[in-house]
């Protein structure tokens, strides 16, 4: 996730659940106003997919 629109991107802790849904949870800083998200998926052939979403969601 990146909290600069991008210039910087952390690992977002990602969990899975019993029910097989995926869960984080955001920390963000007290300065930031959006949150972009990034997400990729591997397969054990090697193929790849990524997703990126910038300011998927605002912060008060």
């Given at each position: 996730?990146?909290?600069d629109?991008?210039?910087?991107?952390?690992?977002?802790?990602?969990?899975?659940?019993?029910?097989?849904?995926?869960?984080?949870?955001?920390?963000?800083?007290?300065?930031?106003?959006?949150?972009?998200?990034?997400?990729?998926?591997?397969?054990?052939?090697?193929?790849?997919?990524?997703?990126?979403?910038?300011?998927?969601y605002?912060?008060?």
């Amino acid at each position: 996730m990146s909290y600069d629109d991008g210039s910087h991107w952390m690992p977002a802790g990602l969990r899975g659940t019993a029910d097989g849904k995926w869960t984080v949870d955001v920390r963000a800083p007290k300065s930031a106003k959006h949150v972009s998200l990034r997400a990729t998926a591997k397969d054990d052939a090697g193929n790849t997919v990524s997703q990126t979403v910038m300011r998927a969601y605002a912060l008060k």
